[in-house]
């Protein structure tokens, strides 16, 4: 199967706890990104990666940081998590050739306590 | 910086009667607009892309663009209880990976 993947879909945690979410596509796409979707369902976008390298950082706070092995995998790492940081994460991929198309994966939940 | 502004916020009716949604720009400049739907167990889905103005259609969806008002509209033709969902409109400016998200429109289609 073909597509964006995202695990865990949610993941509940407490105030300065470290999390880690990871992301694959099997879409042979070369650019991945993490967005933050806010309770108003606006996308935000973190971080974008074109083969392994950093080409668009939203200034993030420095507790968020990106880690891909491969260009199919790009995980999101958050070192001490906030109240604010509960949100929707969400994967995205697209390819270098043809049109601007992001596949999106399902997102990871995160509720900080 | 690009502002993107969806109207309305929430949006009922009936299954098969068209549906329009709106969305509003603020960088004339920006070439790339594409409209999303995101139900709530699923990831964003792409409904239809638009680069130059006029129409785009893609099945039931059909994307009117006019960058001299900043505007760009979403048809939905025949909408059906399963369209229920948020619709985000999304706009990148020239030559860039980002795009910058309205706020949603919330569907709602009742049989």
């Known amino acids: 199967e073909t597509a964006v993947f995202q695990t865990p879909n949610y993941h509940v945690t407490q105030v300065g706890n470290e999390v880690s979410f990871n992301c694959k596509q099997t879409?042979?796409?070369?650019?991945m990104y993490w967005y933050k979707q806010d309770s108003k369902k606006l996308l935000k976008i973190m971080f974008s990666?074109?083969?392994?390298?950093?080409?668009v950082n939203e200034t993030v706070p420095r507790r968020f940081s990106p880690q891909s092995s491969d260009k199919a995998h790009l995980n999101l790492r958050i070192k001490s998590v906030e109240p604010e940081d509960s949100a929707v994460y969400l994967c995205a991929s697209r390819p270098d050739w043809g049109g601007y198309e992001q596949y999106f994966g399902p997102g990871t939940r995160l509720t900080v306590l | 910086q690009q502002k993107v502004q969806q109207s309305p916020e929430s949006l009922t009716v009936s299954e098969g009667a068209m549906a329009s949604l709106n969305c509003t720009f603020s960088?004339?400049?920006?070439?790339?607009f594409r409209w999303y739907r995101q139900h709530s167990a699923k990831g964003l889905e792409v409904l239809v892309s638009i680069f130059s103005d006029g129409e785009k259609e893609e099945g039931r969806f059909t994307a009117h663009l006019n960058r001299a008002n900043l505007h760009v509209s979403l048809h939905i033709r025949e909408p059906q209880p399963s369209d229920s969902a948020v619709y985000l409109c999304a706009v990148s400016p020239t030559g860039n990976y980002k795009y910058v998200f309205g706020a949603g429109t919330r569907l709602k289609v009742i049989a």
């Open positions: 960088d004339g400049t920006s070439n790339n």
């Open positions: 990666y074109n083969n392994k390298q950093l080409i």
């Open positions: 879409l042979g796409h070369d650019t």
